[in-house]
């Protein structure tokens, strides 16, 4: 008799267990056991934000002594496109992704004022920015959001640049011409304003075709892009004009952080923060060696004058009333930073 109630005890003991796990016992769905997570990577293996992964990775590992295991998948192997892993993280398919803030901005349009043209002075104006108390709001509204995502920290990804197959100067210069864009309607309206026409639908990997057939006049983007894609070798002109600065951020699903101790997801945040600088020193060595490799090539590299960037810039006015005008405040706390 003894021994049959001793096993219903078991039985009735197991079941409450199991329908703990199943209708929403918080303690139930944090594992005790090691947990390995996905972190999914666009970029190869060895590019800036590919390191800083394995970084954050190998810290993960050292400060949860063991118990949260992070595997990162470069190249895309997991998402083909930031705005893919977006998604995949937000249903809880992937656990981390490295991705550009402005994709993200969709989800808490607030960002957008960290995205603006023309709005940093310099790289370390940037990082006093998004190392200061804007930054980290910023961080904050996006996990306090109901986008499903935790923003971790922000990595470097340089200011991108035109490209082109025409010598620019001034504004004026570049009147009717056809540049390559990201697909972002405030990349389109961007050119609109210097006079030139914003070409979306072409893909990274198709530019330096399009210009080579005379379709477009050039392109947009940071010295590792312009090297690499072999871009530099049809465009004579790379104009430093430094008109954005979009953050990378790396972020984390809610729904997978949940199955992770309270405790072990500050370590993560911690380790995070931890692999800004690593990234930062891993991006200025590839735009070294990517601006080396242009010069080398005999390519003409325009720094604008004061007066020509401030002509710019002021060009932007119309573009910062249509997508600033709900962030004023932010905007102007970045424009007095020092």
């Known amino acids: 008799m003894k021994k049959v109630l001793f096993s219903l ?4 003991f197991s079941a409450g267990f199991f329908t703990s796990c199943l209708f929403g016992n918080k303690e139930a769905k944090i594992s005790k056991r090691p947990i390995t997570l996905r972190l999914s990577e ?3 293996k060895d590019y800036p934000t590919s390191l800083a992964d394995e970084e954050f990775a190998r810290l993960v590992e050292e400060k949860t002594e063991g118990r949260v295991i992070i595997e990162v998948r470069t190249g895309g192997a997991l998402s083909s496109n930031e705005t893919d892993a977006i998604e995949a993280l937000q249903c809880g398919d992937l656990a981390f992704s490295r991705v550009s803030l402005a994709p993200v901005a969709a989800y808490v349009p607030k960002l957008n004022a960290l995205c603006l043209p023309y709005l940093y002075k310099s790289s370390e104006h940037m990082w006093k920015v998004l190392n200061g108390s804007i930054g980290q709001d910023m961080l904050d509204d996006l996990e306090k959001s109901d986008a499903g995502l935790i923003g971790l920290c922000y990595y470097d990804s340089g200011a991108r640049n035109f490209y082109l197959t025409k010598e620019v100067h001034s504004v004026s210069d570049m009147e ?7 697909t972002n ?8 304003c210097l006079g030139a026409t914003g070409v979306t639908g072409i893909g990274t990997d198709a530019v330096y075709g399009e210009i080579q057939s005379g379709s477009i006049d050039g392109a947009e983007n940071n010295w590792p892009t312009y090297q690499s894609m072999g871009d530099y070798k049809v465009t004579d002109f790379y104009i430093l004009d430094q008109h954005t600065r979009v953050p990378e951020v790396l972020i984390a699903s809610k729904k997978v952080m949940e199955r992770v101790s309270a405790e072990d997801l500050a370590l993560i945040k911690q380790a995070a923060k931890e692999t ?3 990234e930062i020193q891993r991006w200025k060595e590839k735009e070294l060696s990517a601006e080396k490799t242009v010069r080398a090539n005999g390519n003409r590299i325009i720094e604008l004058s004061p007066s020509a960037y401030a002509e710019f810039q002021n060009a932007m006015q119309p573009l910062y009333e249509k997508y600033g005008r709900d962030y004023t405040s932010v905007i102007n706390a970045i424009k007095s930073t020092n």
């Open 9 to 12: 005890c078991a039985v009735f």
């Open 185 to 192: 309607p405030m990349m389109v309206d961007m050119c609109s």
């Open 176 to 182: 009717g011409l056809r540049i390559r864009v990201q």
């Open 276 to 278: 800004c600088e690593f």
């Open 42 to 44: 666009v970029h190869a």
